[in-house]
């Protein structure tokens, strides 16, 4: 059954067409990797599904159920099941690690401090960064704050995850450890919709790969297909050149 | 030299300059919220205005922060009895100042909406933060943080420059002091003393400001600078 369903989504910035006639559906359970060029819309496509670029025509569906993107209350309820982490990650800068991580379970979701403060805990341990729950975001390098962001989202026990090139700021050591947690998370259930330029991993995890350019879906193919026998010349050109620059 | 410093005789006249000091806090603090107050209305024009409004603003700004203050005071004390507007000098001065605050304070206060950061908006709006929940958790201690030190460092040139008062007869903490030092002649003393009220008051007057910030609005304010 699907879980998200986009059905002919345009959306634009100011005068800038930047979702064109998108179609895709996402089951439950499943990992969908976006990729394609730079500029082709594929953060633009995560925004829109937590209503931060809302479509200026077309449908979204969220469990069956049509999302009114200019209803308050629809907005909170997609956004109580899709986390995002953010490719600049996004953190408060006035708040510290911990904080950045807690403070929408305990303040908005109204969970237990203390269990929240044990969760959170546990994931900062996971993401490697035990020792730096009283510092603030300026005071940490990308790769950390980028890990600071996926235990932020990951504390909501979200539904659904949409992550944003995630292992961009991570040295190859980090990138394993993440894209581990990963596969765990994978293997539990949850959805996720990644946007990664890491062909390798892409192609082990995914159960579908979409290739994105220009604001259009070109080809949506299983991860075999894409990098080997692409239905899409355009795929095959972007592809192939990934590949080869590795 | 043969000056011999006595200050006995002046601190006699300590609660008459202390009483002096509360008048000049009393001009300072309702100027500068005027100022804060206006230039807030001003900066969101600035901010969100369309360009008519704009214009009128940036004349505004531009020529209360091109002219000297004294020359706007001297303008509504002694320019507008001739279209029959009588103001007291303290009223002359107290207004003076907030219309010159306002355009400082304007541009300080359009400076941290400006700095606002939409990355940590989207964050928070994914996060189901109620526009509420953003002011208080992510705009209001960013823009303390930002404007702490423009602001505190305007409310002490405010402070200092209400001396201008005693030019228009307001007896302040510098207009008792000019009294004091017509009767008695004993300058160094009077004025050594005027100075370091003023210090205290600007002192404890950063002090508060840094508290408000740091407690009421969680912002990583340094204290001591
Ligand atoms: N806030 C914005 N305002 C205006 N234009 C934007 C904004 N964000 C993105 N764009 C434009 O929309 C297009 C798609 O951007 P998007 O960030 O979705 O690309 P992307 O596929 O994620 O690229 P990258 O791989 O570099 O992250 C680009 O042309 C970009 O310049
Ligand atoms: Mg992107």
């Known amino acids: ?136 975001p300026d005071e940490l390098s990308g790769g950390q704050q980028q890990r600071v962001a996926i235990a932020r989202a990951l504390c909501l026990n979200p539904e659904i995850l ?21 596969r765990l998370l994978a293997a539990e259930g949850m959805t996720m919709l990644i946007v990664s330029h890491e062909m390798s991993f892409v192609r082990e995890v995914s159960s579908r790969v979409v290739f994105m ?34 | 030299m043969g000056y011999t410093l006595v200050y006995t005789q002046v601190l006699e006249f300590l609660p008459y300059l202390i009483k002096g000091a509360w008048i000049s806090l009393q001009i300072a603090i309702l100027a500068f919220s005027g100022g804060m107050f206006f230039g807030l209305i001003l900066a969101t024009i600035r901010t969100f205005g369309n360009n008519i409004s704009n214009k009128i603003v940036i004349c505004y700004v531009t020529f209360f922060t091109n002219t000297p203050q004294l020359v706007q005071i001297y303008f509504l004390f002694f320019a507008l009895p001739e279209f029959g507007i009588l103001l007291s000098p303290y009223i002359a001065v107290l207004l003076g100042m907030t219309l010159n605050a306002a355009a400082y304070l304007c541009e300080i206060q359009r400076a941290g909406f400006l700095s606002i950061r939409q990355n940590e908006l989207d964050a928070a709006k994914t996060l189901n933060f109620s526009l509420m929940q953003q002011v208080k958790y992510v705009i209001l201690p960013h823009i303390m943080k930002v404007l702490f030190p423009p602001l505190s460092n305007h409310y002490i040139i405010m402070t200092l420059g209400t001396s201008m008062a005693a030019i228009f007869g307001v007896e302040e903490l510098t207009g008792r002091a000019f009294n004091i030092n017509s009767e008695t002649f004993r300058s160094v003393e009077i004025f050594s003393i005027t100075a370091l009220i003023y210090i205290v008051i600007t002192f404890i007057a950063t002090f508060l400001l840094a508290v408000i910030g740091r407690y009421f609005f969680k912002a990583k304010i340094r204290i001591i600078q």
């Open chain 1, 162 to 182: 949409l992550l944003d090139e995630i292992t961009s700021a991570l040295d190859p050591e980090l990138v394993k450890e993440v894209l581990d947690s990963i």
């Open chain 1, 213 to 246: 350019d220009d604001g259009s879906i070109i080809e949506v193919n299983n991860p075999k297909n894409i990098f080997e026998s692409p239905k899409e010349k355009r795929t095959l050109d972007f592809v192939g050149k990934i590949l080869k620059d590795k």
């Open chain 1, 1 to 136: 059954m699907p879980q998200i369903e986009i059905k002919s989504a345009n959306a634009f910035y100011d005068k800038l067409h930047v979702l064109k006639n998108i179609e895709l559906s996402v089951d439950r359970g499943e990992i969908v990797s976006l990729i394609g060029p730079s500029g082709s819309g594929k953060s633009s496509l995560l925004k829109m599904l937590v209503g931060l670029l809302i479509p200026k025509s077309g449908d979204v569906y969220l469990n069956k159920t049509l999302v009114n993107f200019n209803n308050q209350s629809d907005l909170r309820v997609i956004r109580e099941q899709i986390a995002i982490v953010f490719q600049q990650y996004n953190l408060f800068q006035n708040m510290n690690v911990l904080k950045n991580v807690s403070i929408a379970p305990t303040k908005i979701q109204k969970r237990n401090p203390k269990e929240v403060n044990d969760q959170a805990l546990f994931l900062l341990e996971k993401v490697g960064l035990k020792d730096k729950l009283e510092s603030y």
